[in-house]
């Protein structure tokens, strides 16, 4: 069973900055991927970094220029790094990775950016 727990979400002003944490546990094998996805209020879950373990990262276009997603293999964890955050940034964040043929989920952890 495998298991991935966020942190690093919270409360921000507008303009701040924030890391999220994820780390995989349990009986994992290969990582083929792990990446960032979140959801507002009312809207789809969405995308937005997923950084294969080959291959090129591919970021949402709201997060170019902004977010930066990290690996640290030795530690099956995954990093996103969120800077000049805004208000329509503010969802729950979820942590994926894709284990084999199998896709895995996050509880999420909540990120705010009000003033």
Known sequence: QVQLVESGGG???PGGSLRL???ASGSIGAINAMGWYRQAPGKQR???ALMPSGGRTNYADSAKGRFTISRDNAKNTAYLQMNSLKPEDTAVYYCYARIGNLGYWGRGTQVTVSS
């Open 21 to 23: 944490s994820c780390a």
């Open 46 to 48: 969405e995308l937005v």
């Open 11 to 13: 409360l921000v002003q």
